[in-house]
């Protein structure tokens, strides 16, 4: 039977999906509150994992044993590193990799290692999923019926764009232009960074158990970013991904 798990790693990033969850009923456990109940008939878990690789791990490892959950969505927010991305865009990650993974000279940079393996791949048919919703949530107008004139404009986000490529995690958050231009330097094809989806993908990959991981931009990764990442996770995320998660729950 179908157990959906959904997680994003700040209150904020998962306060609107708790609020699509009808029937919904709360477990807490290692100071985490996983909501459970249904989303368009779908039996579905809802969690904060709190921030970073570990923290992300032992949550989705929990979700396997304790929920049983056959898929697993990600939706949080994620710092700029292409400069094509502007704030208010969504990157849905092909390929995750972890940026502070060096076992070197045991193996390559950025393998982890036993897997054998850099990249961790999202699952084709979720992401195909996601894209489609997502591109319901860009039609014409329909952000201005989610966020207010204020919040678009402060943000400047008039015409959102979806990515597909790679996604970069590790324990840092990134607050400068040298480690944004160091990680480019390093993984040019880097969309953008963030603290847990290759985490999220490594046990899913573990587990075999399809995921997918949905990032909105909310500061560029540089010198600006203490500043912007504070305030669209007051004011954008919360609605972003509820829309998001709902949208694809209606293509499921
Ligand atoms: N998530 C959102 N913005 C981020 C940043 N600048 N660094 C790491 N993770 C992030």
């Known amino acids: 039977k179908r157990m959906i798990g959904i997680m994003g790693a700040m209150p904020e990033e998962i306060e609107g999906v708790v609020g699509l969850l009808s029937n919904c009923e709360v477990r807490s456990m290692g100071q985490r509150s996983y909501f459970t109940g ?9 969690v904060f994992s709190r921030w970073g690789k570990v923290a992300a791990a032992t949550t989705v490892t929990t979700l396997i044993h304790e929920f049983k959950i056959t898929e697993l969505l990600f939706t949080g927010v994620a710092g700029a590193i292409s400069l094509d991305l502007k704030i208010g ?3 849905l ?9 060096d076992a070197r000279p045991l193996m390559k940079q950025f393998e982890i290692p036993l897997l054998s393996k850099t990249y961790l791949e999202s699952d084709a048919t979720h992401l195909a999923t996601a894209q489609k919703a997502i591109e319901i949530v860009f039609e014409n107008k329909r952000l201005h019926t989610i966020f207010t004139e204020e919040d678009l404009k402060a943000f400047s986000i008039s015409e959102p764009r979806l990515f597909m490529g790679d996604i970069a995690s590790g324990d840092q958050f990134f607050s400068s232009n040298e480690q944004k ?13 963030e603290m847990e989806g290759a985490a999220v993908a490594q046990v899913c990959y573990e587990y075999e158990i399809p995921f997918s991981i949905i990032r909105t931009i909310s500061d560029g990764a540089d010198a600006q970013s ?3 990442f504070p305030s669209f996770i007051k004011k954008i995320s919360s609605k972003y991904a509820a829309e998001i998660i709902k949208n ?4 499921l």
């Not at 231009?181 to 960074?193: K, R, Y």
């Not at 694809?248 to 293509?251: K, V």
């Open 248 to 251: 694809i729950f209606l293509e």
């Open 93 to 101: 990650g092909k390929r995750l990799i972890q940026h502070d993974m």
């Open 89 to 91: 865009d969504i990157v």
């Open 226 to 228: 203490h500043i912007d």
């Open 181 to 193: 231009n160091n990680l480019n330097a390093q993984l040019p094809a880097v969309l953008c960074v």
């Open 38 to 46: 249904q989303i368009n008939g779908i039996d579905a878990v809802v």
